[in-house]
């Protein structure tokens, strides 16, 4: 009895050591060490170019009546807008470019074409590729100021051609381009 007695209260401080390695355990547990993990990501320097036209999308500068030296539209009229809005994620540079009015089937017959270009709220507009303004002077591209980060900014486009002598030109549908370059500043 005395034998049963003994291995009962070895047993039975066996369980108290066990639960009590159980509770302190879990408690222990509940405190282990915490990590953190870094996350990362990366975004491109990006800029986004859309163009809106009025006009069946198109730069429409009118019908010539094929007399010397006549303009379209005429001077001062800037109905012929065409709108280009860039929204940008970095600073970008901007670089505006436009080609003479050019026969379809007949390249070598061209229009003298001048256009300009002004920041939507500016007071004044910029000549390129030719400066109507100045008997359509030869100017080529244009870079503008340079266009902060996180901006959406839209550039008003405008354009004006000329006739020279009546045979200069071979009557029929004339074609033009303008090309607006933007790209990442240093």
Sequence with gaps: MKRERDIRRTFSAFVLVAAGCLVFGSGALA????KTVQVNATV??????TVT???DN???LGTFNGTKNAERPVPDD??????????TNTKVNIVVD???LTHVSDPSSTITT???VMENGAAESIPFHRDADNNYAAI???SLTAQEAKTITTYDMFGRARLGNVSSQQAGQYEATITMTVSAAP
């Design 114 to 116: 001048g256009y300009w």
């Design 44 to 49: 491109a320097k990006y800029a986004a170019v």
């Design 98 to 100: 436009g080609t003479d």
């Design 58 to 60: 198109s730069m429409k």
């Design 140 to 142: 080529g591209q244009v």
């Design 53 to 55: 036209q009025p006009f």
């Design 31 to 34: 405190q282990q060490d915490q």
């Design 78 to 87: 800037k109905a012929d807008a065409t709108w280009f809005t860039v929204e």
